[in-house]
């Protein structure tokens, strides 16, 4: 009887990260700065978590996009204002005008300058992620340590990816221990991870000929099903019409309706919206998407798990809390944990 052969890798790289979303993004971004070969997968089509743009187009050839995961980006540490800044230079992002969010929102938050994409926001993620390495479309299905310290990635049929000196995880918390299932961590590691609690979150993209009567282009109403609205006609490079909306359901209302289907749960948060606003809706265009992994609501607490004699970090905005930049400072700080 023979043995099969041993997997056939090319040469170790320096570093290799799973997630191709802002936290991943953003150690990458570090990683090369430092020279480190680096290579990023995701399993999804795109890049850039919740910095996601749908774009549709309607029936008369009139092209909508609707930013249905992060509305806008805070940028407060000295590299991302950097990074923003030149974003906004080359004209694909832009500073949001500053009056504030129309509801209840915190005096901290009305302060804080917030970007959006021009054209939607995976102009900014694509913008942070130029000259990175990254492999789209690639499900990892196994993760081990080898016998030389080296970590070795497969994929979902079990063939052999890549080996790296280094490995960043940047999944949400749940998909990450299934990731790690085989690799020993540091004591302490599981139990942190576990004890997190993250909310999921329907988002309704609705395009409507009649006007609905909002009080601003963008507003956090005090509402048991409905978290935020934002009008997309107010961001820029949009169209000035027919008003197309994102609505954000909240944490309860998601997590009631976590199972439907997305034709079930935009028919019932319509139904909802049509309460809040206290008339009839005959939308010319309804879809609905489900972010499982949305809300930091109980974070880990700190930027990042790290090891570096391991040579194995995680991070995450579920590390810190929900914004869009705790991906960034967590994505740095695993980064700079490892090799800094």
Request: hydrophobic share 45%; glycine share 10%.
């Amino acid at each position: 009887m023979t043995s099969a052969p041993p997997p056939v890798f090319e040469d170790p790289i320096g570093l290799a990260i799973i997630g191709a979303g802002l936290a991943g993004i953003s150690a990458g971004r570090l990683a090369r700065h430092a020279g480190i070969g680096t290579r990023i997968f995701d399993k999804g089509r795109g890049i850039g978590g919740r910095l996601a743009t749908r774009r549709v187009t309607l029936d008369n050839g009139t092209t909508l996009h609707f930013d249905h995961g992060a509305q806008f980006i805070t940028a407060r540490s000295p590299a991302l204002v950097a990074a923003m800044a030149g974003a906004e230079a080359a004209n694909l992002a832009r500073r949001l005008p500053a009056p504030p969010l129309k509801g209840h929102t915190a005096e901290a938050e009305r302060d804080q300058p917030r970007w959006v994409g021009m054209g939607g926001m995976t102009a900014i993620a694509k913008d942070l992620a130029r000259g990175l390495e990254i492999r789209t479309g690639t499900r990892i299905g196994g993760i081990a340590r080898t016998g030389d310290g080296l970590w070795r990635l497969d994929d979902e049929d079990g063939l052999p990816l890549i080996q790296a000196r280094r490995l960043i995880v940047t999944a949400p918390p749940e998909q990450t221990l299934d990731l790690l299932i085989d690799v020993v961590l540091p004591e302490g590691w599981r139990r942190r991870i576990a004890s997190t609690v993250i909310a999921p979150c329907w988002a309704l993209m609705l395009v409507v000929d009649d006007e609905l009567p909002l009080p601003g282009p963008r507003w956090r109403p005090e509402d048991e099903a409905i978290a935020w609205i934002g009008d997309q006609r107010a961001l820029p490079g949009r169209p000035s019409a027919p008003q197309s909306l994102v609505v954000h359901a909240t944490p309860h209302w998601s997590r009631i309706h976590l199972e439907e289907t997305p034709e079930a749960a935009a028919a019932a948060l319509l139904h909802d919206l049509e309460r809040l606003i206290g008339r009839a809706i005959a939308p010319r265009l309804i879809q609905a998407h489900r972010w499982r992994y949305a809300l930091a609501e109980v974070p880990l607490g700190s930027p990042c798990l790290a090891d570096p004699a391991a040579g194995l970090a995680i991070a995450g905005d579920w590390c810190i809390g929900g914004r869009a930049e705790a991906a960034v400072d967590s994505g740095r700080a695993a980064a700079l944990a490892l090799f800094g």
